[in-house]
Nanobody, 125 residues
């Protein structure tokens, strides 16, 4: 099992920045990739970004490309999401996710077995 704990959410004005962190513990050696998803009230959970644990290959949703950066620190077992130029539409609960296996459909939340509890990001206009 892998446990994930997010931190770093909060309230920020449009145009500002926030940095989310996800700390992984347990059988972290089994992780293939980590991702970030978000869910706004009344909306479905959506893919934000993903990084492979070993090679560090990244993927992003079009809506955040160029503004968000995902990275990982293998020694510290953490994944970070740096969010810049935030917009009100980025307001959501952000979730860290992990998977042990490669999934072509990595942008689907069903591709991930492990989930954090979520952290709220609110961007005011």
């Amino acid at each position: 099992q892998v446990q994930l704990v997010e931190s770093g959410g909060g309230l920020v004005q449009a145009g500002g920045s926030l940095r989310l962190a996800c700390a992984a513990s347990g059988r972290t050696f089994s992780i293939y990739a980590m991702g970030w998803f978000r869910q706004a009230p009344g909306k479905e959970r959506e893919f934000v970004a993903r990084i492979t644990w070993s090679g560090g290959y990244t993927s992003y949703a079009d809506s955040v490309k160029g503004r968000f950066t995902i990275s990982r620190d293998k020694a510290a077992n953490t994944v970070t999401l740096q969010m810049n130029s935030l917009k009100p539409e980025d307001t959501a609960a952000y979730y860290c996710a992990g998977t042990k296996v490669y999934e072509r459909s990595y942008y689907r939340d069903t591709a991930y077995e492990y989930w954090g509890q979520g952290t709220q990001v609110t961007v005011s206009s």
